[in-house]
Structure formats: C-alpha cells, structure tokens
C-alpha cells in the first residue's frame, strides 16, 4: 500500500527486478487479480506493477471525487512510479485501463517505452457525443448504487460487447473476483473515469512518438473498427486483430495475447 496527497494505491510488484517494469492496468469492475494469469507467464522476464485504480479493489481516494478522474488518476500514477523509483517503463492498459494508459502516455511521453491497449479507445470526438455517454453514465452509476453487485455485474457482462467472454468456461471465475469490489465506489469511478467524462484524444494521436501495440478482439466489431482509425492516425502505432477472442483478449486467449505482448517489448 502507497499513500501519498489524496490516494491510498493498493498494488503489488512481482519478477525479475533486473528487467524493465510493466504497468498493468485493468478495466472497470476489475483489480489487482485482473492480470494475474499474464504476470504469471512474464514474471521470470520483467518485473511486474499491478495496481488497483481508484474506485477499485483496496485502493482509497481521499477527498471529493475529482480523484476519480482521468487526469488526477494519471497524474497519482506518476507519483506512484517516481515513489517506487521507476523512472521509465513500459504500459499496458485493458479497456478503461487502456483509456487511462493511452492518456498518460500522451500527456507523460517521457515515461514510457512502449505501451500496449488492449480493446481501448481515445474517447468520444464530439462534446455531443461525450454528453449524451455522461448521462448514460450517470444513470447506470445511480443503478449501481441502488442495487446488489452481483446483478450488476452480470447485467453489466450480458451487453453484446462481452457475448464471447459470457461463452467462457472461466466466466464465473471472473465474476467471482470481480465481487470484493465496493459498487459505491465503482459508482464514482464510473461517473468520472467513464467515456462520458474523458477528454477526447482523437486530436493528440498524430503526434505520439512512443510505439505503440492497438490489440482488438476478433470478435469485438466495435472496437476493431475504432483501433483501425487509431492506427492510421498514428504512425508508431501497429494494430493486431487478436482471434478466437472478444473484448477481453487477455481472458479469452491468454497464450496469443501474452505472444503478442512479448514479440512487441522485446
């Protein structure tokens, strides 16, 4: 546990202390565990940071709910690294995770080596379309309050995007893991860290000068078109099409996912 200003980061740090370090962040409604499988199988290679984002797992922020957002999240992030002494490492990011990697990798280029995003995305391009995600955020945090966690959860993963994860044999593992997480505050974390409150990066990819790994399930229409853009926007970014997987490819297809990650930071 790092506690430093308005966090409380709860995270662990595993491997090989004499490579590069990996900075694994998770999706919503995930946590430390969420990369658990991954960091086993890399672990020998690097050294390995998991973390709990705020809203999730053991990691507190205290204060309003300004530490809930993207870029006070990115900016304690930072502090959490120089705190361990990272200077410099390499990223990877799932789905909110990877929209929170792709920020810190834009405003804190000098940080990084290479990032990985994993089913992410820059935001949304128009205020209109950030507007009307808001309050669709807003609506679904308010239900998340008033209701039991394990209904939302699985109401949260019968959405079309996650059809192939439902399909899998570990789907109720997940579940499980996903239980210790408090919907009060996964409530917060989704009104301010969602889609409908992020700060639209379409516009900063063309400048991006660290390379880049855009991973997109095979099965996950929307986001491989999203990755698409993303990649022809930016030249140092490669995109792969990952198969036999949806919009968690690390879960769905571990051993192409970690073959991918490896060939990329190597």
Request: a negative charge; one cysteine or more.
């Amino acid at each position: 546990m790092d506690k430093f200003n308005n966090y409380n980061f709860h995270y662990f740090l595993t491997g090989n202390n004499n490579h590069q370090t990996i900075l694994f962040l998770h999706g919503f409604t995930g946590n430390i565990q969420d990369f658990g499988s991954v960091i086993s199988l890399v672990s020998k290679s690097y050294c390995c940071l998991a973390v709990d984002l705020p809203g999730h797992g053991e990691s507190r922020v205290i204060g309003d709910e300004s530490g809930y957002n993207m870029p006070n999240t990115a900016q304690a992030l930072i502090q959490l690294l120089d705190d361990l002494q990272i200077d410099k490492c390499l990223l990877l990011g799932y789905s909110m995770g990877g929209r929170l990697a792709l920020y810190m990798t834009l405003h804190f280029p000098e940080r990084f080596e290479k990032v990985v995003l994993e089913s992410a995305s820059p935001g949304l391009k128009t205020e209109k379309e950030r507007s009307h995600r808001l309050q669709a955020d807003l609506h679904l945090a308010q239900k998340l309050e008033n209701s039991n966690i394990k209904d939302f959860l699985l109401n949260w993963y019968d959405r079309p995007l996650f059809k192939s994860l439902k399909n899998s044999p570990q789907f109720d593992k997940l579940i499980e893991t996903r239980l210790a997480n408090n919907p009060l505050e996964l409530a917060k974390s989704l009104r301010n860290m969602g889609t409908g409150n992020q700060p639209s990066l379409w516009e900063k990819l063309a400048q991006n000068q660290i390379p880049i790994l855009l991973l997109a399930g095979e099965y996950d229409d929307k986001f491989t078109t999203i990755n698409t853009e993303m990649a022809s926007l930016c030249p140092v970014a490669t995109l792969e099409i990952v198969p036999k997987a949806g919009h968690n490819i690390h879960f769905e297809n571990i051993d192409k996912f970690v073959a991918l990650v490896r060939q990329f930071y190597d």
